[in-house]
Each structure stands twice: as C-alpha cells, then as structure tokens.
Nanobody
Framework: QVQLVESGGGLVQTGGSLRLSCSVS????????MGWFRQAAGKQFVAAIS??????RYADSVKGRFTISRDSAENTIYLQMNSLKPEDTAVYYC????????????????????WGRGTQVTVSS
C-alpha cells in the first residue's frame, strides 16, 4: 500500500505562485509514475511524471506555467504553479501508479491506483 499526502495549497492572487508537495509513504521500494489532477467541476488531468523523472506531460491549460518534478530520495513530488489564474482554483490531488517502465507516465484518472486527499488552491481575481 502507498499513502499520498498533499500540502502547499492556499489562497493566492492572480499572477502569484504556489508550490504543491506530495509526500509518498508506505511501499516506496516500488517504482511509481505520479500525476497531479484537479477538481473544480469534474476531475481534470494537470501534469504527470515518469518514475525516472525524465518524462513529463502537461495539460494544455497549464503548459508553460506549471512544472512537475520529483525528488526520489525524499519520496516527494512537486507541482510548481506560476502565473496563477482564477480558473486554476480547484482541489489538487496527487496520484500514483506502479510501473515497470522508467519512461512511462499516465494522464487519465483510471490509470492511477493511489490517491491523496487533496489540497485546496484558490486564486483570487
């Protein structure tokens, strides 16, 4: 089993920045591809990263503004969010899926096995 805990959410003005963290605990000896999703109306893909950290993918709406990264030694992934907009307001969730392929990442909700409880991000106009 794997447990995911998000942190770093909060209230920020338009144009501001936040960095979300997702701490992974439990069976961390396995290799996990990780992702960030957000939910305002429906759950949307935000960003994904392979377990090697060398491959990433972003939703078009956040490309150029958000950066996903991982620190394998600390079992933590990050989502650096810059130039935030009111439409980025949502609960942000991190997710994990075990994979045997170092370059694989996943961008659909159903491909992930483990989820955190989420952290609220609110961007005021």
């Amino acid at each position: 089993q794997v447990q995911l805990v998000e942190s770093g959410g909060g209230l920020v003005q338009t144009g501001g920045s936040l960095r979300l963290s997702c701490s992974v605990s439990g069976r961390t000896s396995s290799n996990y591809a990780m992702g960030w999703f957000r939910q305002a109306a429906g759950k949307q893909f935000v960003a994904a990263i392979s377990w090697s950290g060398g491959d990433t993918r972003y939703a078009d709406s956040v490309k150029g503004r958000f950066t996903i990264s991982r620190d394998s030694a600390e079992n933590t992934i990050y989502l650096q969010m810059n130039s935030l907009k009111p439409e980025d307001t949502a609960v942000y969730y991190c997710a994990a899926v075990e994979t045997y392929y170092s370059a694989s990442y996943f961008y659909t909700e159903g491909e992930y096995d483990y989820w955190g409880r989420g952290t609220q991000v609110t961007v005021s106009s």
